[in-house]
């Protein structure tokens, strides 16, 4: 079993920075990547980046290209979601995943086994 414990969120106006983090513990063999969705209120969760904890990636969606980054710690207990210049339609809870999805599913929810609480992120205009 891994466990995640995502933190950081908060409220921010537009424009602004956060970096959310998420720990890992428990057994992380056999997990190969680890990544961040998001859920905005009345919509579906949808994929935010992903990295590769051997060392590929990373891996953005379109929506947060040029804005976030995603980074890892050399022990691969942790896992840093790096956001800048936000927007109101970043506001979200932010969730931390990790398992092992193949790279053509690496955006996939389904193929994530082990899930943070989430963080909410709100941005304001």
């Known amino acids: 079993q891994v466990q995640l414990v995502d933190a950081g969120g908060g409220l921010v106006r537009s424009g602004a920075s956060l970096r959310l983090s998420c720990a890992a513990s428990g057994r992380t063999f056999g997990t190969y990547f680890m990544a961040w969705f998001r859920q905005a209120p009345g919509k579906e969760r949808e994929f935010v980046a992903a990295?590769?904890?051997?060392?590929?990636?990373?891996y953005l969606a379109d929506s947060v290209k040029g804005r976030f980054s995603i980074s890892r710690d050399k022990a691969n207990r942790a896992v840093y979601l790096h956001m800048d210049n936000l927007k109101p339609e970043d506001t979200a809870v932010y969730y931390c995943?990790?398992?092992?999805?193949?790279?053509?599913?690496?955006?996939?929810?389904?193929?994530?086994?082990?899930w943070g609480q989430g963080t909410q992120v709100t941005v304001s205009s």
């Open positions: 995943a990790a398992g092992s999805p193949i790279m053509s599913t690496i955006a996939t929810e389904k193929d994530y086994d082990y």
């Open positions: 990295i590769r904890l051997s060392g590929g990636g990373p």
